[in-house]
Nanobody, 120 residues
Framework: QVQVVESGGGLAQPGGSLRLSCTAS????????MGWYRQAPWKQRELVAV???????NYAESAKGRFTISMDNAKNTVYLQMNNLAPEDTAVYYC??????????????WGQGTQVTVSS
């Protein structure tokens, strides 16, 4: 059994910053990738940023230059530093973790989501 828990959402003013955290726990062999996705009202869930276990990063165009994803492997935790926030960043942010086992099996697990609201 695995668990993914996000924290750090809230209210920010336009131009402000927030930092999201997500920690994976439970019975697994390794983490292959962690990432952040978001879903605004009436829209589909979309990628924000992902970081595979090789340390490379991939960002949505809307996040480039403003958001930074990082990972603490020792803590099984991924962070999303969001700067220069805009109202269009308002959404529920979800953490996704892909767990792996030596058999080659993988499991993609989602957190419950954390609300980010950008408003003056």
């Amino acid at each position: 059994q695995v668990q993914v828990v996000e924290s750090g959402g809230g209210l920010a003013q336009p131009g402000g910053s927030l930092r999201l955290s997500c920690t994976a726990s439970g019975r697994f062999h390794s983490i292959k990738e962690m990432g952040w996705y978001r879903q605004a009202p009436w829209k589909q869930r979309e990628l924000v940023a992902v970081i595979p276990n090789n340390g490379t990063t991939n960002y949505a165009e809307s996040a480039k230059g403003r958001f930074t994803i990082s990972m603490d492997n020792a803590k099984n935790t991924v962070y999303l530093q969001m700067n220069n926030l805009a109202p269009e960043d308002t959404a529920v942010y979800y953490c996704n973790t892909v767990f792996g086992w030596p058999t080659g099996a993988t499991l993609s697990s989602w957190g419950q989501g954390t609300q980010v609201t950008v408003s003056s």
